[in-house]
């Protein structure tokens, strides 16, 4: 799986690499972590980088509370109610410099970071999706409704990762990764049909490293440059 990323590279940079302008004001991210509001680039929109929380909440949901998927298995994306819709036509590119696995060893589960070489930027294959809570009826019976001013109103665009089988790197650490696409990919995904796309969900086949950093990352509050520092084991 995937579950925390880093996104730390300088903002016009991450505008070069993806031919795309930030529509907010972009601080890095040193850890990454699910139902966090991270940039993304959604098809319907390419040439702009906005932010989703992660955690995808089909647009068929009764709540917001209901699901909040953080990946999605690009085996059974067609399959899979929560993902069919958005593989259809709601693809984005999710950018990194690097993410986080843990390996359970004897003194406990230590965290790797895994990047490209000179933690270049990459793409993570993503879905998106637009939620917009269930219209209530009006009338004396629905005043006072619970949820009322609790956020659950709120209109919520979020996004999930797709992940694959491992590459060599990373199946030393776990038996899942994100799906990592190659800069000559990333349009397609953006805007290629299902069948065209299919042949992008296979493990990233460049060369990467992976090393151990602080059990720090674990606690998604903790957010700094220091978290990207190897530590021995």
Known sequence: MCGR???FAPPADIEERFAAAFDFEFAPRYNAAPSQALPVIASEEPETIQRMEWGLVPSWAE???DHGYINARAETLAEKRSFAEAYESQRCLVPADGFYEWVEES?????YRVALPDDDLFAMAGLYERWEPPKRQTGLGEFGASGAGDGQDDVIESFTVVTTEPNETVSALHHRMAVVLAP???ALWLRGSV???QSL???YDGPMRAYPVSTSVNDPSNDSPELLEE???
Do not use: N
């Open 195 to 197: 069948d065209e796309v």
């Open 63 to 65: 709540s917001r509370s």
């Open 184 to 186: 000559d990919e990333e």
């Open 5 to 7: 990323y880093s996104l």
């Open 231 to 233: 530590v021995g084991t």
């Open 107 to 111: 003194g406990g589960k230590q965290p």
């Open 201 to 203: 969900l296979d493990p």
